[in-house]
């Protein structure tokens, strides 16, 4: 199949159904309209969102959404790439369409940033031979790989019976520890519009109470977080596949769950828990609930997103190698933002190693005890 060269058209120019007609096999909820139209207008700041695109807006072929990026030298970015720290990625029908995609990214001559990006896709070899000639492809190894995920079997009707003795019989504990406290119950909620925005704002008020809180993570600390997700969350309840889900103590919500239901898989976008129930450990007795119901619906896999965690670790060795990939042109602009990331990254490296010497005087100055 020919497909025509690589365009920029604006977001607006498509409906859902074109934007979804790019299937590839593993599509992604970020890969999906919804998504992209979340993303477009609450983290954008009005600035229109440009589509590069092979084949028209009616029957496009392969897509890549893209917005300033924000602050430093004149860049684009994979639309989310930077702000949601999830794994968005480029999406093509066929290996034609996405060689031409490529092509097409190169011939902007702006540097561009698609945020950590899974190092096994085809779309990596493709935009290195676009890019000869015209600039630098930069795909960093990250020590931590991303989007750990489940393999869903029977198996998993009854999560706990994956582990050895100890953790089967740490989780009678926390099921014990929590029932002390008042009456289990679990909610895994598909809501309706009109309950949707305050079934979100309890979520998020359970995630506010836990480290999140602490350290001004969490999505209601955070204007833009918590725009992009109360309207992706409309969103979503309106596709229904958004899923919204408590563990709750004697009718009070302790642990919630963001996540959607779509492409056969469970995607878990945030959690949280209330660290006042921390030692029944609510999050953990959440997790098997939603994994023994993504089981129990014949789903292929449960989503972990972002990147490996220890929390993730208990569940899942399965993950993805990720690398931070950016391309710089061979321009004034594509060389300003070289030499800002470079600077950018030596600073970090200083801080790093200052960090280590301070440490290591202020050991040495403890006095010793007998």
């Not at 959404?65 to 999830?86: K, N």
């Not at 085809?122 to 795909?139: D, H, I, M, S, W």
């Not at 109470?209 to 918590?226: E, Q, Y």
């Not at 129930?277 to 993504?294: D, H, M, Q, V, W």
Request: hydrophobic share 40%.
């Amino acid at each position: 199949m020919n497909h025509a060269s690589a365009r920029v058209l604006d977001f607006s120019s498509f409906s859902p159904a074109a934007w979804e007609s790019v299937a590839p096999e593993r599509r992604t909820p970020m890969q999906q309209h919804i998504w992209v139209r979340a993303a477009a207008e609450t983290l954008c700041g009005g600035r229109p969102v440009q589509v590069v695109t092979v084949g028209s807006a009616d029957q496009p072929h392969a897509l890549a959404p893209l917005a300033a990026s924000i602050g430093g030298p004149r860049r684009l970015r994979l639309l989310g790439a930077e702000e949601l720290s999830e794994s968005v990625e480029v999406h093509y029908r066929d290996a034609e369409a996405l060689a031409e995609m490529a092509a097409g990214l190169a011939k902007l001559g702006v540097p561009l940033n698609f945020g950590h990006y899974l190092a096994d896709t085809p779309f990596l070899p493709e935009l290195k031979r676009a890019y000869r000639g015209r600039g630098l492809v930069v795909a960093k190894p990250l020590s931590m790989r991303g989007c750990p995920y489940i393999t869903l079997s029977e198996a998993w009707l009854e999560p706990e019976q994956n582990f050895n003795a100890r953790r089967r019989s740490d989780f009678r504990r926390m099921q014990r520890s929590a029932e002390k406290l008042g009456k289990v119950t679990f909610d895994i909620v598909e809501p309706r519009t009109e309950d949707v925005g305050l079934l979100l704002d309890e979520a998020m008020a359970i995630e506010a109470r836990g480290w999140k809180g602490r350290s001004g993570t969490a999505i209601a600390i955070d204007r833009k977080l918590a725009d992009f997700y109360s309207r992706y969350a409309q969103l979503a309840c309106e596709a229904r596949i958004l899923r919204l889900c408590f563990l709750r103590i004697d009718g009070k919500a302790v642990a919630m769950q963001l996540a959607v239901e779509t492409e056969g898989r469970f995607w878990l976008f945030k959690i949280g828990y209330d660290e006042a129930f921390a030692k029944c450990s609510p999050g953990n007795l959440l997790l098997r609930e939603t994994i023994s119901y993504a089981a129990r619906r014949k789903l292929n896999s449960y989503e972990f997103l972002g990147k490996e965690a220890v929390w993730t670790e208990l569940w899942t060795k399965s993950a993805h190698s990720i690398v931070a990939l950016r391309t710089y042109t061979a321009n004034p602009a594509g060389v300003s933002a070289l030499l800002a990331d470079g600077a950018h990254q030596l600073g970090q490296r200083i801080r790093h190693f200052t960090g280590k010497i301070g440490a290591a005087r202020t050991s040495q100055a403890r006095p010793s005890h007998a």
